[in-house]
């Protein structure tokens, strides 16, 4: 019996999910993170608490320790192994569960989802931008493949795995109280700080 409600939240939550933990560690990732925040945060301010919802081993967090070192930190993470690693880091509280299962109890400054909303279930997503606005005090920074209409991708020999569309666009529709801050690009070969072709979008609550 699955213990999740989607296929997808069980694709990750598995053995494939154990399987990307180990091609995505390394001081390369974390420094090519820490400068993708930088950007991104820019045009944040005053943030004392940071939410992550899919934040596998912890990375963005190791990065975004040093940015706002006085933040108290949380982590949401699905798959047990990865999480047994966030829990490790003394300066993130971390909850192994589902984005789905999730209910957030108090609000964060910033609550942040990167390279999660691309592997999700796509009848799920007004659901998850509900829980994105819910547990915002004031931004949401999404990171994501662009595309301007949805589209399915092949991922790594999956189907039904890897889906693009314009995700921000659709959180500000459905919450029209969230205005567009700053937006910007990652860009898979940049020479220096190498990530996938994110495209990342900071909203505030108005």
């Known amino acids: 019996m699955s213990k999740f409600s989607t296929e997808q939240e069980n694709f990750w939550a598995g053995e494939f999910g154990n399987e990307y933990i180990k091609r995505n560690q390394g001081a390369d990732v974390l420094a090519s993170n ?16 940071i939410l ?10 190791h990065a975004l320790h040093p940015l706002f070192p006085q933040a108290e930190l949380h982590a949401l993470e699905i798959n047990t192994q990865a999480f047994e690693q966030l829990r490790q880091i003394p300066y993130v509280n971390a909850i192994n569960s589902s984005i789905l ?7 964060f400054d910033l609550v942040l989802i990167k ?7 796509p009848t799920a997503l007004p659901e998850v931008y509900d829980k994105l606005f819910a547990a915002s005090r004031r931004y949401i920074l999404v990171a994501e493949y662009y595309n301007p209409s949805p589209v399915e991708i092949n991922y790594r020999g999956h189907s039904n795995r890897l889906f693009k569309r314009d995700f921000a ?38």
């Open 34 to 49: 820490l400068c993708l925040l930088t950007n991104a945060l820019q045009r944040a301010q005053a943030i004392s608490s």
């Open 52 to 61: 992550e919802m899919g934040a596998n081993i912890g990375l963005n967090m």
């Open 101 to 107: 299962d999730f209910s957030p109890e108090r609000t």
């Open 115 to 121: 390279g999660v909303l691309i592997h999700l279930d």
């Open 169 to 206: 666009g659709e959180l500000m529709a459905r919450h029209p109280s969230l205005q567009l801050l700053d937006y910007g690009f990652a860009y898979h070969l940049d020479p220096k700080w190498v990530q996938d072709d994110l495209s990342w979008f900071l909203m505030e609550k108005r």
